[in-house]
C-alpha cells in the first residue's frame, strides 16, 4: 500500500467513527504517521480527503460496472451467486478495518456524503437505476433461455435490489448484514419463478 492509499483507508476510518467536522487533520497525522505537509503533498485539504474516502469506499465499490462482469450466457441463478459472492468480498475488505459497529457507521459515513461529497445523490441513484438495470438484463435473459417463468422483469429486478438494500438497512444497526440470510431470499424468489425442467 502507498503512502496516498494509506491515508486514504486511515481517513476513511476516522470518518466512519466520527463526523466530517470532528475529524481534525492532526488525527490523520496521528493515524498515518505521516506529517501534515507529507499529506498536503497528496490533497489540497479535509475535504479533499473527504471526498476521495468517499468516492474510493462508497462511490467506486457501489459502481455496477466496478462489481460485476456480467457476459450474455450468464444464468439467473450464476448471477444471484456473483452478486452474493461480491457483497461477501466488500463485506471482508470492511471488516478487516477493524472498526466497531462498521455497518452503522458506514450508513452514517453515508448520510455525511449526502451533505458534502458533490451530487452524491444523483451519482448513487444513478448508481441504484444501473444495478436495476442489470439485474432487468439478467432475468430477461433467463426468460429467454427457459430458465424462468415470463415475469414482469423490471418488478422483480427491484425486489432483488430491494431486497439487499432492504436488509442491510435493517441489519445496520445491530450486527450488520447475513449473505446468508439474503441468499436464501434469493434462493425462495428464484425457485418461485424457476420453470419446471
Not at 48 to 58: H, L, P, S
Not at 109 to 120: D, E, G, T, V, W
Request: glycine share 2%; hydrophobic share 40%.
Amino acid at each position: 500500500m502507498n503512502t496516498k492509499e494509506r491515508i486514504l483507508e486511515e481517513a476513511f476510518k476516522l470518518f466512519l467513527k466520527n463526523n466530517f467536522e470532528k475529524v481534525s487533520i492532526s488525527d490523520l497525522e496521528h493515524a498515518v504517521g505521516k506529517t501534515r505537509g507529507a499529506i498536503f503533498y497528496f490533497f489540497k485539504n479535509k475535504e479533499e480527503i473527504f471526498n476521495e474516502v468517499i468516492n474510493t469506499y462508497i462511490v467506486k465499490t457501489q459502481n455496477p460496472a466496478e462489481k460485476f462482469n456480467v457476459d450474455d450466457n450468464i444464468t439467473l441463478e450464476q448471477f444471484i451467486f456473483q452478486y452474493i459472492n461480491g457483497i461477501n468480498k466488500t463485506m471482508a475488505r470492511m471488516l478487516s478495518l477493524s472498526v466497531v459497529n462498521i455497518y452503522q457507521q458506514y450508513f452514517s459515513l453515508y448520510l455525511q456524503a449526502s451533505r458534502i461529497y458533490p451530487n452524491f445523490a444523483e451519482i448513487m441513484t444513478r448508481n441504484s437505476l444501473e444495478e436495476i438495470d442489470l439485474w432487468e438484463k439478467v432475468i430477461k435473459q433467463a426468460i429467454h433461455a427457459k430458465e424462468i417463468k415470463d415475469v414482469n422483469t423490471r418488478h422483480y429486478a427491484t425486489l432483488f435490489r430491494s431486497c439487499f438494500l432492504g436488509l442491510a438497512f435493517d441489519r445496520c444497526l445491530c450486527y450488520g448484514l447475513n449473505t446468508e440470510e439474503l441468499y436464501l431470499i434469493y434462493q425462495d424468489i428464484y425457485h418461485q419463478i424457476k420453470l419446471k425442467s
